[in-house]
Structure formats: structure tokens, C-alpha cells
């Protein structure tokens, strides 16, 4: 839907194929911050996902013109964004992302059973999330934190809708599984 | 009904498979009342919901924790554009009120001013009337006229005081405005502080510090930011 001002995503893409840079600047305003932490969970390394970032405007910014509305333009951008890391992470190993003199991601300070001896159930929640395996946690951080739509999960990720589903519920029955070897038991599956 | 492996009914795997989205409102209508449906038949699965908001509320605090982008990665975008396309060219379309609001900006920052005695002053009231042409539409709150704001809203919500930087445009603090999902309820105050609420709701302090830390690294937009109380 067309805005007042010009300003709906759709609207700013379209901008931005016409290299209008003042379009490029009010995106990168409006998803900066998320596609960097999206990144960031990706590659668990800021230095890498700050790169990754300006990469991923870099090319919305060469190839809007190729953008067709089948997808949001937040769809493709975060889409976009994840191609860049999972390039890189192919290229590289683990290894050599955590030897980046950059700052390593500390995903949380207490294990699970730590925080359960705690008696802090938030604490413990966040050190399973932190536990999860790399496709549970990215879906997980889609659909919890950047309330991506299962067609959107789907469309980013690149896998059939239904397995957006299925990845979803394995995520929070390993967390659940998780909870439970820490002594807490959720009373769920 | 059919039952899978585990003695689970298989349309209980289903309606659970969708429930994540069910909370967070992102199920398409179809599957949305498929689930109000089931869970008005059995209000024993509402417990999972709970469960849901649980895991949501932390992974929003896992992520929420995380930095932003530093200062001056913009310039750096901005400056990889221009090596690749080349300088700026002035765009056959006549400009938006945006884009020429943004350039009385810019004049305004010229060196000539930017040594005057009153170009702090001036930039403040330049952008005093770019911001009145950025307050969203709420109705009642919203100014009646961009070159006199007023206070138009009761202090409710969360709220932070903004000062903007002398060379911020009107497309980036735009942009730091939709970002935040922030909204200019007074202004301009001593300084060129700015109120912005950035929820009708009261965030929790974790929470609206993370936002003012996130901010405070926004130095090419932002000069000072804090809290209002």
C-alpha cells in the first residue's frame, strides 16, 4: 500500500532502483539493527555481522531493480542477509570465525543446570535457547523475535512451509528436553 | 481421530505445530481460527501458550541484549555506494518535502554558519520544523503545525529525551524515528531536546536501556539521549 510520504518498504525499494540515496539511508534505518542481530545469531561474531550487514545493503542497493513483489521486502532483505552467511560459513570454518579478533558471542553466562540450581527459569530459558542447534535457533529468533509468518520463515530460509513447522516444534521440544535434563520439567510434549 | 506413535492425536500435532505463530499474530486467518476453535474445545492446551510467551519473552532478551551497528557504518555504506555509482546526481524529479527539508538542513550546516555564533540555535529550529513534518498521524497528538510544536500528548508510556546531532538529516532521523518505532511528543525543550515516546506501555528498565545504549552509539543522528522521567 502506497504511504504518504513514500515511505513503505515497497515504496523505498523501488527508491532505491532508481538509486535514490536517500531511500538506501531510510532502509537502512528501518532494518539496520535487525538484520545485524539476525547476523549476529547467525554467525555468533559482530565484527563478521557488522561486514555481513553492510554487504547484505550493498546488494539491496545493487539489485532492487530485480525485486518482485512474491515476497515482502523484508522477506527478501533478511533472505539476502542469510545467503551472506551462509556463503561465508561454507567458506569458513567455526574455527576460524572464533579466532576473529573481533568479540566472541557469549550466548549465556550460566549453563542450564546452573541456572535451575538458580531457581531462575528466564536464565534458564535463555541458556537452552543458547543450546539449540543452529537451524532450531534461527528459526526460533524468525518467528519469536522478528514475528516472521510461517510463509516468510519458509521464503527466507529456503525450506517447504510444512518444514517450518516441523523445525519449530522440534525447537521447542529439544528446549523442553533441555529444560528437563536441568531438573525442570515444563510438563510439555 | 487418528493417533500417531506417541498416543498423541495427530490434530493436536498439528494445532501445537502452529501455536508459535497463533501467539505471536502472524497465522494466516484459516489457520487462526482453526486453532481458536480447537482450543475453545480444549482449554487445556491454552497452558501451551504460556509456554510460548515463556520462550518468546526470552529469545526477544537474548536478542534485545545484542549490540547494533556502529557509528559511522552508514558513512562507510554510503561511501562504497559512491566508489561503485559515483557521486550523487541531482535527481530530474522535483524533490519531496523531505528531501527539501533535508537541504535546508544542509544549508544551514555550511561551514559559514557552522562557525556562527547562532548556528546551533539555527539548526535546532531547522530541524524543529524537519521533526514537525515527521510526527506521525495519532490524531489529537499529532502537531497541528510544523513550525510551532507544542506539547500534544500526556506523559503516558515510555519516553526518552533526544537531542539530535547538528549534521543529521531529515531521511536518517526519519529513519531513527521508524526504527525505534519512536514518536516526537514534545519539543523542541532547552538543549533541542526532544521528548520521544518509544511505547504507549511502560517498558521494563532492561529493556529501555538497551534502546538508549543502542541509540547513544547513533552519533551521527543522536547527540544525547536519556531517559525521561
Known sequence: MASANGNSDVELIARVASKDRVAIEVLYGR??????????????????AEELTNETFLEIWRTAGRFESRSSPSTWMFAIAR???????R????????????????????????????????????????????????????????????????????????TVKTRMFHARKKLSELMAEAGVDRGWP | MSENGTGRSAERDEIEMLLPWYVTGT??????????RYLADHPEAAQQLELIREEQDETVAVNEALGTMPAGALDK??????????????????????????????????????????????????????????????????YETASAPTE?????????????????TAAQ??????????TIVSGPKAGGLFEVRISETELTDSAVESVVAGLKQRTNIIRYVAISN
Open chain 2, 27 to 36: 497465522l494466516s486467518d484459516d489457520d487462526r481460527v482453526r486453532v481458536e
Open chain 1, 31 to 48: 532494518y539496520q539493527v535487525r538484520l545485524f542481530r539476525f547476523l549476529v545469531r547467525l554467525v555468533r561474531n559482530e565484527a563478521v
Open chain 1, 91 to 162: 567458506k569458513r570454518s567455526e574455527a576460524e570465525l572464533d579466532d576473529d579478533a573481533a568479540m566472541l558471542i557469549e550466548d549465556e553466562a550460566d549453563t542450564p543446570e546452573v541456572a535451575a540450581q538458580k531457581g531462575d527459569k528466564a536464565a534458564l530459558i535463555r541458556a537452552c535457547l543458547a543450546r539449540l542447534s543452529a537451524d532450531h535457533r534461527e528459526v526460533v529468533d524468525l518467528v519469536y523475535y522478528h514475528d516472521k509468518s510461517i510463509k516468510e520463515v519458509s521464503d527466507i530460509v529456503g525450506i517447504p512451509e510444512n
Open chain 2, 152 to 168: 500534544v500528548a500526556p506523559a503516558v508510556g515510555t519516553r526518552l529525551l533526544i537531542a539530535f546531532a547538528e549534521g543529521a
Open chain 2, 77 to 142: 555504506l554510503l561511501a562504497q555506494i559512491e566508489e561503485t555509482d559515483g557521486p550523487a546526481i541531482a535527481r530530474a524529479q522535483r524533490p519531496g518535502l523531505l528531501e527539501t527539508l533535508a537541504g535546508w538542513l544542509a544549508i544551514f550546516n555550511t561551514p559559514v554558519l557552522k562557525f556562527a555564533a547562532a548556528a546551533a540555535a539555527i539548526v535546532i529550529v531547522a530541524q524543529a520544523v524537519v521533526i514537525g513534518s515527521l510526527v506521525r498521524d495519532e490524531g489529537p497528538a499529532s
Open chain 2, 173 to 182: 532521523i526519519t529513519g531513527l524515528l521508524e526504527e525505534i518505532e519512536g
Open chain 1, 83 to 89: 545467503n551472506k552467511a551462509v556463503s561465508l560459513l
